[in-house]
């Protein structure tokens, strides 16, 4: 079998293609340009060693992994907002989602907050759920009753008629 040899920038331009904005498939690269999923994968894999982002299957921003966010907020982070809009234009995402990924970054990290009052707290909240609950049962007790005395009725003038008070 002979093996073809690609040029570095054919080896580019398709490594350009998987990377955002445009995150084309490797499939759909393979297809377009006739070079083997296996040597777009190599390539692809190559690339994100070397520390770009390589999103890959045409994914959306929204369904990357938390590594690739985390790699984009590391490496927005020392930009200024001039920078940022440029980085987000090349990447093909919006500044406001980076601001998010850094935010559930920071959270991710956040200690616990510990209070005393925090089970006094559920205490309260599932007593007055029980008494809700006990509330709403009764309602739909009287509910069902008082359903059941209108079928009645209308049971009683189909048979007997509207009827005089007597």
């Given at each position: 079998?002979?093996?073809?040899?690609?040029?570095?920038?054919?080896?580019?331009?398709?490594?350009?293609?998987?990377?955002?904005?445009?995150?084309?498939?490797?499939?759909?690269?393979?297809?377009?340009?006739?070079?083997?999923?296996?040597?777009?994968?190599?390539?692809?894999?190559?690339?994100r060693a070397e520390g770009?982002?390589?999103?890959?299957?045409?994914?959306?921003?929204?369904?990357?992994?938390?590594?690739?966010?985390?790699?984009?907020?590391?490496?927005?982070?020392?930009?200024?907002?001039?920078?940022?809009?440029?980085?987000?234009?090349?990447?093909?995402?919006?500044?406001?989602?980076?601001?998010?990924?850094?935010?559930?970054?920071?959270?991710a990290n956040a200690p616990?907050?510990?209070?005393?009052?925090?089970?006094?707290?559920?205490?309260?909240?599932?007593?007055?759920?029980?008494?809700?609950?006990?509330?709403?049962?009764?309602?739909?007790?009287?509910?069902?009753?008082?359903?059941?005395?209108?079928?009645?009725?209308?049971?009683?003038?189909?048979?007997?008629?509207?009827?005089?008070?007597?």
């Amino acid at each position: 079998m002979k093996q073809v040899r690609y040029t570095t920038e054919q080896r580019e331009w398709a490594i350009q293609q998987m990377m955002p904005p445009l995150n084309r498939a490797v499939v759909e690269l393979a297809k377009v340009t006739g070079i083997t999923t296996v040597t777009l994968r190599v390539w692809q894999k190559a690339a994100r060693a070397e520390g770009r982002i390589m999103l890959g299957d045409g994914k959306q921003s929204d369904q990357w992994s938390s590594t690739n966010k985390f790699r984009i907020v590391l490496e927005t982070a020392p930009l200024s907002e001039i920078e940022l809009s440029v980085y987000c234009r090349t990447k093909g995402i919006y500044p406001e989602q980076i601001a998010q990924w850094r935010l559930a970054c920071e959270q991710a990290n956040a200690p616990a907050v510990k209070s005393t009052t925090i089970p006094q707290a559920d205490a309260e909240q599932s007593q007055r759920i029980r008494e809700l609950e006990r509330s709403l049962k009764k309602k739909e007790a009287a509910l069902a009753e008082a359903a059941a005395l209108l079928a009645l009725e209308k049971k009683a003038e189909a048979i007997w008629g509207k009827g005089k008070a007597e």
